[in-house]
Protein backbone atom coordinates (compact mmCIF):
# COMPACT_ATOMS: atom_id res chain seq x y z
CA UNK A 1 0.00 0.00 0.00
CA UNK A 2 1.64 3.33 -1.10
CA UNK A 3 1.44 6.07 1.40
CA UNK A 4 0.69 9.59 -0.06
CA UNK A 5 3.17 12.40 1.21
CA UNK A 6 2.36 15.76 2.83
CA UNK A 7 3.12 18.49 0.62
CA UNK A 8 3.11 21.42 3.60
CA UNK A 9 6.25 22.70 4.49
CA UNK A 10 7.70 22.75 8.12
CA UNK A 11 7.43 26.25 8.75
CA UNK A 12 10.60 26.68 10.22
CA UNK A 13 12.82 25.23 7.66
CA UNK A 14 10.77 27.59 5.21
CA UNK A 15 11.32 31.05 7.41
CA UNK A 16 15.02 30.20 7.76
CA UNK A 17 15.41 29.65 3.79
CA UNK A 18 13.13 32.80 2.81
CA UNK A 19 15.55 34.71 4.96
CA UNK A 20 18.92 33.28 3.90
CA UNK A 21 18.17 33.23 0.19
CA UNK A 22 16.27 36.19 -0.33
CA UNK A 23 19.12 38.50 1.37
CA UNK A 24 22.34 36.32 0.63
CA UNK A 25 23.21 36.33 3.96
CA UNK A 26 23.34 32.49 6.36
CA UNK A 27 22.84 33.90 9.87
CA UNK A 28 20.77 35.56 11.74
CA UNK A 29 22.78 38.68 13.02
CA UNK A 30 23.60 39.45 8.93
CA UNK A 31 19.97 39.67 8.31
CA UNK A 32 19.59 41.83 11.61
CA UNK A 33 22.56 44.31 10.33
CA UNK A 34 20.89 44.66 6.43
CA UNK A 35 17.90 45.12 8.07
CA UNK A 36 19.25 48.54 10.36
CA UNK A 37 21.11 49.90 7.46
CA UNK A 38 17.97 49.99 5.30
CA UNK A 39 14.83 52.22 5.38
CA UNK A 40 11.80 52.07 7.81
CA UNK A 41 10.35 48.83 6.94
CA UNK A 42 6.97 48.85 5.74
CA UNK A 43 3.74 47.91 7.98
CA UNK A 44 -0.09 46.84 7.09
CA UNK A 45 -2.71 47.93 9.06
CA UNK A 46 -4.49 44.84 7.62
CA UNK A 47 -3.99 42.28 5.14
CA UNK A 48 -7.33 40.72 3.64
CA UNK A 49 -7.06 36.87 2.15
CA UNK A 50 -9.57 35.99 0.38
CA UNK A 51 -9.80 32.25 -0.53
CA UNK A 52 -12.45 30.32 -3.42
CA UNK A 53 -12.91 27.01 -4.31
CA UNK A 54 -15.67 24.79 -5.36
CA UNK A 55 -15.23 22.28 -2.26
CA UNK A 56 -16.02 23.64 1.19
CA UNK A 57 -14.29 21.26 3.20
CA UNK A 58 -11.18 21.91 1.42
CA UNK A 59 -11.81 25.65 2.02
CA UNK A 60 -12.14 25.01 5.61
CA UNK A 61 -9.60 22.83 6.03
CA UNK A 62 -6.68 25.34 4.31
CA UNK A 63 -8.44 28.41 6.91
CA UNK A 64 -7.68 26.14 9.62
CA UNK A 65 -4.23 25.35 8.17
CA UNK A 66 -3.31 29.21 7.74
CA UNK A 67 -4.81 30.08 11.22
CA UNK A 68 -2.38 27.83 12.57
CA UNK A 69 0.51 28.63 10.95
CA UNK A 70 -0.13 32.58 12.05
CA UNK A 71 -0.49 31.40 15.53
CA UNK A 72 2.70 29.65 14.88
CA UNK A 73 4.82 32.44 13.76
CA UNK A 74 3.01 35.08 16.36
CA UNK A 75 0.79 36.93 13.89
CA UNK A 76 -2.38 38.27 14.97
CA UNK A 77 -5.01 36.87 12.88
CA UNK A 78 -8.56 36.91 13.20
CA UNK A 79 -11.09 33.60 12.32
CA UNK A 80 -12.42 33.25 9.03
CA UNK A 81 -15.59 34.59 7.81
CA UNK A 82 -18.03 32.30 5.20
CA UNK A 83 -18.79 35.33 2.10
CA UNK A 84 -21.97 34.10 0.36
CA UNK A 85 -21.98 31.53 -2.06
CA UNK A 86 -22.04 32.57 -5.63
CA UNK A 87 -24.60 29.49 -8.08
CA UNK A 88 -24.26 30.22 -11.90
CA UNK A 89 -27.12 27.86 -13.35
CA UNK A 90 -26.72 26.44 -17.04
CA UNK A 91 -29.45 25.71 -18.56
CA UNK A 92 -29.01 22.87 -21.87
CA UNK A 93 -31.17 21.10 -24.28
CA UNK A 94 -31.33 17.62 -23.10
CA UNK A 95 -30.98 16.30 -27.29
CA UNK A 96 -28.70 17.96 -30.17
CA UNK A 97 -31.41 18.81 -32.47
CA UNK A 98 -35.25 18.45 -31.69
CA UNK A 99 -37.41 18.32 -28.46
CA UNK A 100 -36.57 22.01 -27.47
CA UNK A 101 -38.99 21.12 -23.91
CA UNK A 102 -36.53 18.54 -22.69
CA UNK A 103 -33.55 20.59 -21.20
CA UNK A 104 -31.45 19.84 -18.42
CA UNK A 105 -29.76 22.54 -15.46
CA UNK A 106 -26.88 22.80 -14.46
CA UNK A 107 -25.12 24.80 -11.19
CA UNK A 108 -22.00 25.62 -10.44
CA UNK A 109 -21.06 26.92 -6.77
CA UNK A 110 -17.98 28.81 -5.71
CA UNK A 111 -17.49 29.10 -1.98
CA UNK A 112 -15.12 31.89 -0.70
CA UNK A 113 -13.75 32.19 2.59
CA UNK A 114 -12.12 35.81 4.29
CA UNK A 115 -9.05 35.62 6.17
CA UNK A 116 -8.09 39.44 7.88
CA UNK A 117 -4.35 39.51 9.30
CA UNK A 118 -4.25 43.05 11.43
CA UNK A 119 -0.61 44.68 12.42
CA UNK A 120 2.58 42.91 10.70
CA UNK A 121 5.75 44.14 8.72
CA UNK A 122 6.22 43.74 5.64
CA UNK A 123 9.06 41.21 5.91
CA UNK A 124 6.95 39.25 8.09
CA UNK A 125 3.78 39.37 5.53
CA UNK A 126 6.10 37.98 2.80
CA UNK A 127 7.28 35.04 4.79
CA UNK A 128 3.79 34.34 6.19
CA UNK A 129 2.01 35.18 2.23
CA UNK A 130 4.47 33.25 0.51
CA UNK A 131 4.36 29.89 2.88
CA UNK A 132 0.70 30.01 2.82
CA UNK A 133 0.75 30.25 -1.19
CA UNK A 134 2.93 27.36 -1.68
CA UNK A 135 0.72 25.29 0.12
CA UNK A 136 -2.66 26.24 -1.62
CA UNK A 137 -5.08 23.33 -2.37
CA UNK A 138 -5.73 22.51 -5.90
CA UNK A 139 -8.78 23.99 -7.21
CA UNK A 140 -8.52 27.13 -4.98
CA UNK A 141 -7.70 30.53 -5.58
CA UNK A 142 -6.34 33.18 -3.20
CA UNK A 143 -6.59 37.02 -3.39
CA UNK A 144 -4.50 39.21 -1.12
CA UNK A 145 -5.48 42.83 -0.67
CA UNK A 146 -3.29 45.34 1.47
CA UNK A 147 -3.58 48.25 3.45
CA UNK A 148 -0.55 49.99 3.87
CA UNK A 149 0.06 52.15 6.94
CA UNK A 150 2.09 55.78 5.82
CA UNK A 151 3.19 58.68 7.71
CA UNK A 152 0.95 61.50 7.80
CA UNK A 153 2.04 64.16 5.63
CA UNK A 154 3.87 67.19 6.49
CA UNK A 155 0.72 69.58 5.72
CA UNK A 156 -1.38 67.53 8.05
CA UNK A 157 0.89 67.67 10.81
CA UNK A 158 0.10 70.58 13.54
CA UNK A 159 3.36 72.92 14.49
CA UNK A 160 3.69 73.00 18.32
CA UNK A 161 2.80 76.46 19.18
CA UNK A 162 5.00 78.04 21.81
CA UNK A 163 3.37 79.82 24.98
CA UNK A 164 4.83 83.35 24.20
CA UNK A 165 3.26 83.36 20.53
CA UNK A 166 -0.05 82.78 21.89
CA UNK A 167 0.08 85.31 24.40
CA UNK A 168 1.23 87.88 21.68
CA UNK A 169 -1.63 86.76 19.06
CA UNK A 170 -3.99 87.08 21.81
CA UNK A 171 -2.32 90.25 22.43
CA UNK A 172 -2.12 91.92 18.51
CA UNK A 173 -5.93 90.73 18.45
CA UNK A 174 -6.78 92.62 21.45
CA UNK A 175 -5.43 96.42 21.10
CA UNK A 176 -6.68 95.41 17.57
CA UNK A 177 -10.16 95.67 18.94
CA UNK A 178 -9.63 98.33 21.25
CA UNK A 179 -8.74 100.95 18.46
CA UNK A 180 -12.33 100.97 16.59
Request: proline share 3%; with cysteine; charged share 25%.
Given at each position: MMRLLSLRLPLTALCHRVLSHSRGCS?????????????????????????????????DSYCRFVITAAKALGINIGGRVSLPTAIQKYTVLRSP???????????????????????????????????????????????VYQQKLEDLPSLLVEKPVVEEEKTQHFKASTSYRKRK
Amino acid sequence: MMRLLSLRLPLTALCHRVLSHSRGCSSVAAVAKTEETRQLEKLYRQINIKVKGADHAVLDSYCRFVITAAKALGINIGGRVSLPTAIQKYTVLRSPFIYKKHRVQYEIRTHSRLMQVKQITGTTADIFLEYIQRNLPEGTVMSVYQQKLEDLPSLLVEKPVVEEEKTQHFKASTSYRKRK
